[in-house]
């Protein structure tokens, strides 16, 4: 589950983590009135979406009046902000982040996460900040550094004090720097988060370290126990067929692509999306219907699937081991006939009960291609397809 920036300022404003002063706002009015509140200018407004590169496409401006700062909230309320995170069709702004504005010295990265090659929280650091952290990972990977951290001890002073030197931080910074690395640590301990990502972190003129911008990203499984953090969701934000397929167990992620997938096992589903492309299709999306899957929930799945207008056919991949060959056939069956499958469908069954599916589907009365392997399967969907288009 990912969360507003200004969501992620206030969980880390709890843990002492020094963050600009600054309020949400939904519209021009209150951002001109908060900029007064916050004291004397400049003062920065930041269009709030679930997306990076934001400042590029002009969803963050300075402003040095609270005339100025009105302005901005007129223009950014209710524009479509493209990023390159959000795609061409971009997401809609429906509210700003009105800030202090500081003098800006130099600007650092930082990431908490979980590395899976060491089973470990790591912090990953770098003295070249700002917008194009992307690119310097790409072009000088060599300017970033990464420090794992014992999960038994958890991030000790000394691995702060390491990270804050390797940064070049002066001594002044360096007692600045200890406590905030370790407090971020908690952050992303505590409230199970899967990112934590502060671009940048910028050293002030003054001689501060500020977190101007944060991204917190949480572990959907842990949300039983933050409820405060489950309840900052934003589904205006999230795909309407993901949030649809949470509701019946099922995971889905929607591609690019036109060959709609149903699958049970994530492995499996890769190993499909795989062999689609390498017979020349494109995947529309990920969907796992899991082991134990009932027939409501793959007809749920098959609906999520045709509600995408991309999708000109269905590849059903199933090895029966808890789930059984005859439900997934029985399930595609009954989708078909709900819905009203017109692109081509071929499914692919083995394992528990394999016989009795392949019965049920060929005794439909539907137009179902049955396919006898894994190869087989992606070749017949995307022949049909192309043929289709």
Not at 283 to 304: Q, S
Not at 354 to 374: C, F, H, P, R, T
Request: charged letters at 25%; glycine letters at 10%.
């Amino acid at each position: 589950m990912n969360i507003h920036e200004y969501q992620a300022k206030e969980i880390l404003r709890r843990y002492g983590v020094p963050v600009p002063d600054g309020h949400v706002v939904y519209n021009s009015n209150s951002a001109r009135d908060w900029a007064k509140r916050l004291g004397e200018g400049p003062w920065v407004v930041k269009a709030q979406i679930h997306a990076g590169g934001r400042g590029k496409g002009g969803g963050v401006k300075l402003a040095r009046t609270p005339d100025e700062v009105k302005k901005l909230a007129v223009d950014m309320i209710g524009m479509t902000l493209v990023t390159h995170q959000t795609g061409p069709e971009g997401k809609h702004v429906k509210r700003v982040l009105v800030e202090k504005g500081c003098n800006i010295d130099k600007e650092y990265y930082l990431s908490f996460l979980v590395d899976r090659g060491t089973s470990r929280v790591t912090l990953m650091a770098s003295a070249a900040g700002g917008m194009d952290i992307e690119k310097v990972a790409e072009e000088t990977p060599e300017q970033i550094f990464f420090e794992s951290i014992d999960p038994l001890i958890g991030m000790a002073p000394f691995q702060a004090r390491k990270v804050a030197f390797k940064l070049g931080l002066g001594m002044a910074q360096v007692k600045q720097a200890v406590p905030l690395l370790m407090n971020l640590y908690r952050v992303f301990v505590e409230e199970d988060c899967s990112l934590l990502e502060i671009n940048p972190l910028v050293l002030t003129k003054e001689g501060n370290l500020l977190c101007i911008d944060a991204k917190l990203n949480f572990d959907d499984n842990a949300l039983f126990r933050h409820r405060v953090i489950r309840d900052m969701r934003d589904y205006d934000e999230e795909d309407h067929n993901e949030i649809e397929a949470s509701q019946y167990d099922l995971s889905y992620i929607a591609l690019d692509g036109n060959i709609g997938c149903l699958v049970n096992g994530a492995g499996l589903a890769m190993a499909t999306m795989d062999i689609i492309k390498h017979y020349g299709g494109e995947p529309a999306n990920f969907l796992d219907v899991g082991g134990g899957a009932t027939i409501e929930r793959v007809t749920e799945a098959f609906k999520i699937i045709l509600s995408d207008a991309k999708v000109k056919g269905i590849l059903v991949n199933i090895f029966g081991g808890i789930m059984k060959c005859d439900v997934i056939a029985t399930g595609v069956i009954e989708a078909a006939k709900q819905v009203g499958v017109k692109v081509p469908l071929v499914v692919r069954l083995e394992g528990t009960n394999v016989a009795k599916g392949k019965q049920l589907l060929a005794e439909s009365g539907l137009n179902i291609l049955s396919a006898d392997g894994m190869a087989d399967a992606a070749e017949k969907i995307v022949k049909a397809v192309r043929a289709a288009a």
